[in-house]
């Protein structure tokens, strides 16, 4: 069944929490966790309506300017979150989502890639020149969140250095490196990403520029005002739940905005399209790490309280670094099994279990880092 020309998922069903939210946050009287419960299940249809708005925008334009438009707003739900968190001075949620981002895409949709496609195709392969290079600048992402960790620990009173200017020229070389990126994958070398069916997903036929421009906007707007109450309850469910702003943000808040372009992954790994697979997962990554990450570093200095350092948590650190060198292992050599699937989960429920009984209190200082 399709309605004007668009064939509802099964996600779509989510859609009916866009209106429930609204009527919480602004008509009925309900606790704050039924609020951040509801406004969570709203973003998730939210966010696939604009991958797919965006995916078929892209068709019109080609390969070039459509990977460039997929690359622009692959992560435009889980940036608006960021950003609404951002302008209410949330710095612990806004990192902690990024973190959970690159860790989730890489370790939890990945993995559930890998695993889902293995059991159903014995051995797949991918082109490893393209997953080798999205894994060295995943890499060189956690360098990046690194230093300034380390320096918050060991450079003894920041208040005496620069620690701010530090901040912002490393997110000025994340993003330029970002951008030469962009070149490098559309452009000079452009087929190694393509993969067997180029750089379309989507099904059907295409919408026409004027639809998709429409739902592109309209399911922009309402992530913004789902966002907007989600993290307006978010440290009163954190209160309530006894969790921490961390947990919540590395697991619950990163699953949330990607939870539309997972489920994109794992259906292409299972029709044994690992190369399109792998440039969803390792991709969105990249994007939230150079692109995303130094992109709310220069909104912090015209809409937060301060600017935004990139001084992650220990934690948070470690968790991307485990990420990225177990990634690294399984990219190399260009095939895949479900065990490899196994193995990344496994590294995902370890850190999401580290998360969950991190401290709530201020003694969590000596493990944050903060």
């Known amino acids: ?106 370790l939890l949709v990945l993995g559930l890639s890998l695993l889902l496609g293995g059991l159903k195709f014995r051995k797949q392969s991918f082109n490893e020149t393209a997953a080798g290079v999205g894994s060295t600048l995943l890499a060189i992402s956690a360098i990046a969140l690194v230093l300034p960790a380390l320096f918050v620990q060991f450079a003894g009173d920041i208040e005496a250095v620069p620690f701010e200017h530090m901040n912002l020229a490393i997110a000025i070389v994340l993003f330029a490196t970002y951008a030469l990126s962009l070149v490098f994958s559309l452009k000079t070398h452009s087929h190694l990403f393509a993969g067997e069916d180029g750089h379309d997903h989507h099904d059907g036929p295409l919408w026409s520029q004027k639809r998709a421009i429409i739902m592109l906007v309209g399911a ?28 919540i943000g590395v697991v619950l808040v990163a699953v949330v905005g990607n939870a539309a372009e997972h489920s994109t ?33 220069f909104l912090s200095y015209a809409i937060g309280d301060h600017p935004m350092g990139l001084d992650f948590t220990v934690l948070e650190v470690v968790g991307v670094i485990a990420a990225v060198s177990v990634v690294c292992l399984i990219a190399h050599d260009g095939r895949s099994h479900w065990m490899e699937g196994v193995m990344l989960l496994a590294v995902y429920v370890i850190l999401g279990i580290a998360f969950w009984y991190l401290p709530v209190s201020e003694g969590a200082a000596a493990i944050t880092g903060h």
């Open 265 to 297: 992954a794992v259906l292409v790994a299972m029709k044994n399209k690992m190369d399109l697979s792998i440039n969803i997962a390792i991709g969105s990554s990249i994007q939230i790490a150079l692109f995303v990450a130094p992109l709310l570093v």
């Open 1 to 106: 069944m399709t309605i004007a020309g668009y064939k509802p998922t099964p996600l779509d069903v989510l859609l009916f929490f866009v209106p429930v939210t609204m009527l919480c946050q602004w008509v009925i009287d309900v606790p704050d966790t039924a609020i951040f419960v509801v406004a969570c299940l709203a973003i998730i249809p939210l966010a696939g309506l604009m991958g797919k708005a965006t995916e078929h925008l892209a068709g019109h334009y080609g390969p070039g300017i459509g990977g460039l438009m997929n690359a622009s707003f692959g992560n435009a739900a889980e940036l608006i979150i960021a950003v609404m968190a951002l302008s209410r001075s949330q710095y612990e949620i806004v990192k902690a989502s990024v973190a959970g981002s690159i860790i989730g895409n890489i």
């Open 220 to 247: 922009t707007l309402f992530v913004a005002l789902m966002a907007e109450a989600m993290i307006h309850s978010v440290e009163h469910t954190a209160e309530q739940w006894g969790m921490s702003k961390v947990f």
